[in-house]
């Protein structure tokens, strides 16, 4: 049932098990994940590639059905209506890809693709859809001029833009932003995320943002929840992630960042993991870190570490959180995901003109 004190989102043990290639396989994508969102916070999700966020992204926006455990939306089970009742209850939930041409088909205008939910909803008379469609395409400047256009006829981020409009005509609650700024030009990220940031002040929106890039989702996110191989191996508030991490993980993160935060015996370095991502289809038993984790004990493989409330709104899965990663890990390179490891010239931290969550425009 739903109440006033409801989060907007809970993800309850959640499960996402797809089948393998071959029979009797199983992937576990998301293995017992629990969390809640409040209305009008930016919810950060970040983990290397393969570790089940857009999995729990999709489950979230109920594209994907849990195999275990509950999404609740204001406390209300969405699976549980009706084929129907399902349908519209997703106007209210939406999900913005990392390909700006995912939902754009190109034979459509721009115009019709982003007045296409309302059609579909038969949401107000045709003249009134064209209308609040314009005006959602001018709210994140895109002229009518772009609007008659098709999509091989605008940039990355014009696309991306007119599927923000897309997904706002329908005046959601709460988007997940799937890696929603990564295909583009670092110049236009930032554009792009100060108008998520103007969207969510205006509409009242709550995010889950989901990417690769620890900077952006720090810099944009009230609290972080970082994934490894499925499950939850930390949840705070970004500020205090970023500034101490208590995961081994989230750790490695943090230090592969090109100014690393993570003071390592008295300096700030690198630390470098070893070994491979663990296989979603045979995922490590005990803690599924222990293989790369610097500081893993023998129990560490055989016991499952539980997911406990660390410090007040700090959550983390680890035996032994908090402890500081001492020296060096290893002479092995780095093997991060790339993609999170930052530029490899140590290049300029690109969030200096994206404005801070609480900035006034
Ligand atoms: N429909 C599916 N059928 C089978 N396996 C799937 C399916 N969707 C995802 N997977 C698997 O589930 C795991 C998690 O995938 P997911 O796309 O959620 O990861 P991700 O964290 O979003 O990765 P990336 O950062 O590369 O986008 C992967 O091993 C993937 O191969
Ligand atoms: S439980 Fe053990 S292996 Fe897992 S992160 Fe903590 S120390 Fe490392
Ligand atoms: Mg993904």
Known sequence: MSGPGEPILAVDRLDVTFLGRRRHEKVRAVADVSFAVRQGETFGVIGESGCGKSTLGRAIVCLTRPSAGRILHSGQDPFRLSARALRRHRRGFQIVFQDPNAALDPRMTILDSVREPLDVGSIGTST?????????????????E?????????????????NIARALVLRPRLIVCDESVAALDVSIQADMLNLFMDLQREFGLTYVFISHDLRVVAHISDRVAVMYAGKLAELA??????????HPYAQALLSAEPEPRVPVAGEKRRIVLKGEIPSPLAPPPGCRFHTRCPIAKPECASREPEWREFEPGRFVACHYAGTRLAGSMGSAQTVLDGALAGPADGSVPRLQSIRKGGDQQ
């Open 237 to 246: 508030p970004a500020e205090a992630l970023m500034q101490r991490p208590l």
């Open 128 to 144: 009134e859809r064209r209308r609040t469609a314009l005006a959602m395409l001018d709210r994140v400047a895109l002229s009518q």
């Open 146 to 162: 772009l609007a008659l256009r098709y999509p091989h006829e605008l940039s990355g981020g014009q696309k991306q833009r007119a």
